[in-house]
C-alpha cells in the first residue's frame, strides 16, 4: 500500500513560482514511476510531467516544457515540481502519483494523492 500527500500549493501572481512536494509511504518508492496531473474546474485530469523510479526518463506536457521541472529524491520517498514562469492557465488542483497501470501520459495510475491547489493570479 502506498499513500501519497501533495505540498506546496498556493497562489501566486503570474510570473512567479511554487516548489510542489509529494511525500510517499511505503519501502518501495524507489521502484516506480511517479507522475504529476493536474486538473481545473470542469477540466478533464491532464498530465504534467513523469519521471522513472531512477529519474532517467523524464516527460512533461508541452504547455509546461521548460518551465516545470520534475524530480525525485528516493532517499527521502519525495518527488519534486518546480514550477516557473507561472501562468493564469496553470491554475489547477495538483495531483500527484504513482504505479501507472498504463502509457505514463494517461491518468490511470494505481495510488493517488489527494491533491494541492495552486491559483495563479493575472
Known amino acids: 500500500q502506498v499513500q501519497l500527500v501533495e505540498s506546496g500549493g498556493g497562489l501566486v501572481q503570474a510570473g512567479g513560482s511554487l516548489r510542489l512536494s509529494c511525500a510517499a509511504s511505503g519501502h518501495t518508492f524507489s521502484t516506480y514511476p511517479m507522475a504529476w496531473f493536474r486538473q481545473a474546474p470542469g477540466k478533464e485530469r491532464e498530465f504534467v510531467a513523469s519521471?522513472?523510479?531512477?529519474?532517467?526518463?523524464?516527460y512533461y506536457a508541452d504547455s509546461v516544457n521548460g518551465r516545470f521541472t520534475i524530480s525525485r529524491a528516493n532517499a527521502k520517498n519525495t518527488v519534486f515540481l518546480q514550477m516557473n514562469s507561472l501562468k493564469p492557465e496553470d491554475t489547477a488542483v495538483y495531483f500527484c502519483?504513482?504505479?501507472?497501470?498504463?502509457?505514463?501520459?494517461?491518468?490511470?495510475?494505481?495510488?493517488w494523492g489527494q491533491g494541492t491547489q495552486v491559483t495563479v493570479s493575472s
Open positions: 502519483a504513482a504505479v501507472p497501470r498504463d502509457v505514463v501520459v494517461k491518468p490511470n495510475y494505481v495510488y
Open positions: 519521471i522513472s523510479w531512477s529519474g532517467g526518463s523524464i
